[in-house]
T-cell receptor, first 112, second 113 residues
Framework: DTEVTQTPKHLVMGMTNKKSLKCEQH?????MYWYKQKAKKPPELMFV???????INESVPSRFSPECPNSSLLNLHLHALQPEDSALYLC???????????FGAGSRLTVL | AQSVAQPEDQVNVAEGNPLTVKCTYS??????LFWYVQYPNRGLQFLLK????DNLVKGSYGFEAEFNKSQTSFHLKKPSALVSDSALYFC???????????WGAGTKLIIKP
């Protein structure tokens, strides 16, 4: 299995809702990443987990809360988001220190 | 500041012609260099990388890239473009093994039949 699976593909939420994005990989990768991407822009790193521990938080607002329950799963919990948070959220995985990222297809989030 | 530049927002090429997508970088040391491609409404896919060795790197889908240390460039090339190559291409640089990727702004490649 050489894929990173993200669910849901599309999510529409109000500013008071609580929702979660999910990411799963079965490649044995021990580093997992959340990126945010606006249309036609490069991805922006949000969080990195290495061996299930949060290693990088790129000063992301607390309304985004990551969770890594085990080596195969990565969640992003969303609460009280703003319309400007609407974007494509990409999950990626790699071996720690490795150079190549494997990306999922993304979850497109719309905040109303 | 360390940076990656993709000087062209868009590149237009006729099908069958060679294509080049440009990337230059300003990073200290010996960086690792990458190209990723993004098709519409999809995640990014790895195309190729340069870490060390031969300056000409071959990757997926017939793409190749040439590393030029003196010009700090890593241009993506393909001898004969296909309409299906139309996508958004990102150059990325990793300053060393302890840094995260620095991404270029992206270049939209349009291949016309």
């Amino acid at each position: 299995d050489t894929e990173v699976t993200q669910t849901p593909k599309h999510l529409v939420m109000g500013m008071t809702n609580k929702k979660s994005l999910k990411c799963e990989q079965h490649m044995g990768h021990r580093a997992m990443y959340w990126y945010k991407q606006k249309a036609k822009k490069p991805p922006e790193l949000m969080f990195v987990y290495s061996y299930e521990k949060l290693s990088i938080n790129e000063s992301v607002p607390s309304r985004f809360s990551p969770e890594c329950p085990n080596s195969s799963l990565l969640n992003l919990h969303l609460h009280a988001l703003q319309p400007e948070d609407s974007a494509l959220y990409l999950c990626a995985s790699s071996q720690p220190g490795a150079n190549v990222l494997t990306f999922g297809a993304g979850s497109r989030l719309t905040v109303l | 500041a360390q940076s990656v530049a993709q000087p062209e927002d868009q590149v237009n090429v006729a099908e069958g012609n060679p294509l080049t997508v440009k990337c230059t970088y300003s990073v200290s040391g010996n960086p690792y260099l990458f190209w990723y491609v993004q098709y519409p409404n999809r995640g990014l896919q790895f195309l190729l990388k340069y870490i060390t060795g031969d300056n000409l790197v071959k990757g997926s889908y017939g793409f190749e890239a040439e590393f030029n240390k003196s010009q700090t460039s890593f241009h993506l090339k393909k001898p004969s473009a296909l309409v299906s190559d139309s996508a958004l291409y990102f150059c990325a640089v990793r300053p060393d093994s302890n840094y995260q990727l620095i991404w270029g702004a992206g270049t939209k490649l349009i291949i016309k039949p």
